[in-house]
T-cell receptor, first 112, second 113 residues
């Protein structure tokens, strides 16, 4: 079945550091790919998405490119802030499914 | 604020108790979901409702009983739970079932003693 794998956390970075959170997926078809973010004490929010190969999703300084050849959708940000501290979830959805499949999440802590 | 409201935020219950979790959305969405979030495990989809009909049930134990009286409200009735059921229960909604963009509530943190 379809699945999503993420790098294990927690990830701790200093403010203004470069961030990469790796995500790879397994799917039978051509899924849409997402990053969701969960801030402390809150539910998940959609951060960005890409619906086909080579698409780049971007939002709030975060970017991720849909790489079909490597089945990856790594999340990057050039300069993280303390307010970016959260848990980040990579996810996929195939159009025939009634559900979004989530990875286990990667916790990010940004220290001043 | 995502437009999806869950109550209560925290719940502590004994194994013999009966309680209910409530979820409400006024986004005009037609699909609602229950997810379970446990420590160090992926989000687990429990139930999916589309236009008030259950369209998916991922082999969830019968001690969890969902109810969707209308497209704006979703309940999760709990009875005779086990300590391993302690988790964050998240409600989500989307415009339609299978829609990629989910709107999540803040969750109910459940502790079963």
């Amino acid at each position: 079945g379809d699945s999503v794998t993420q790098m294990e956390g927690p990830v701790t970075l200093s403010e203004e550091a470069f961030l990469t959170i790796n995500c790879t997926y397994t799917a039978t078809g051509y899924p849409s790919l997402f990053w969701y973010v969960q801030y402390p004490g809150e539910g998940l929010q959609l951060l960005l998405k890409a619906t086909k190969a080579d698409d780049k999703g971007s939002n709030k300084g975060f970017e991720a490119t849909y790489r079909k050849e490597t089945t990856s959708f790594h999340l990057e940000k050039g300069s993280v802030q303390v307010s970016d501290s959260a848990v980040y979830f990579c996810a996929l959805s195939e159009t025939s499914y009634d559900k979004v499949i989530f990875g286990p999440g990667t916790s990010l802590s940004v220290i001043p | 604020e995502t437009g999806v409201t869950q109550t209560p935020r925290h719940l502590v219950m004994g194994m013999t108790n009966k309680k209910s979790l409530k979820c409400e959305q006024h986004l005009g969405h037609n699909a609602m979901y229950w997810y379970k979030q446990s420590a160090k495990k992926p989000l687990e989809l429990m139930f999916v409702y589309s236009l008030e009909e259950r369209v998916e049930n991922n082999s969830v134990p019968s001690r969890f009983s969902p109810e969707c009286p209308n497209s704006s409200h979703l309940f999760l009735h709990l009875h005779t739970l086990q300590p391993e059921d302690s988790a964050l229960y998240l409600c989500a909604s989307s415009f339609q079932s299978g829609d990629e963009k989910l709107f999540f509530g803040s969750g109910t943190q459940l502790s079963v003693l």
